[in-house]
């Protein structure tokens, strides 16, 4: 296992981010995608793990599928939906001669599901909020610190700020409850 590392904010994750998109765009230029930085090193001023998280928006399950093989052929595994409907997750081995930006989880999202709202609420929270920033940011490192070497700990701690936060933006009680779920059942 790892250990977690959670950095102050770097300019540079914009900047990976954007490599990795204009790449993403050209390799799948005739699907209609939309590309989404999200995550907490999509947020100016947060603390975060250096690790990108990237959402390819899909209008429909077909797009998906073939999203999946052309990310296939540059040498992505699809490893599933996790558990999570609606979102399809694929990871990749470093060195892979095609990848030239940072670490980063990959996930293909039909547009309107659940945990794309999660994600994208949860961005637009924090990027509207300083002191939910500030309180987050703590949170991150004091957990990093307390579970250097147990990332289930760690995202099962933090799970009810970001409830707390999602639920001011509108998410539903079930929402809510299918989230901390998600979070918990790494357990």
Known sequence: MNKIIVESYNPKWKKEFEKACK?????????????EHVGSTSVEGMWAK???DIDIIVINNSDSKQVIERL????YNHVGNLGVEGREALKYTKGNKYINWMDHN???CIDGCENLRNHLLLRKHLRN????IKSYSKIKRELAEKYSNDIDSY???KTNIITEFLK???????ELNRIETINKKSK
Not at 72 to 75: K, N
Not at 168 to 174: K, L, R, V
């Open 155 to 157: 995202i099962d701690e």
């Open 72 to 75: 296939i052929s540059i040498g």
């Open 23 to 35: 790449f993403y765009q050209k390799l799948l230029k005739n699907i209609n995608v939309k590309i």
């Open 168 to 174: 001011n933006e509108g998410m539903d009680i079930d």
């Open 106 to 108: 990959l996930y293909v």
């Open 50 to 52: 250096p690790i990108l």
């Open 129 to 132: 909020n300083e002191k939910a």
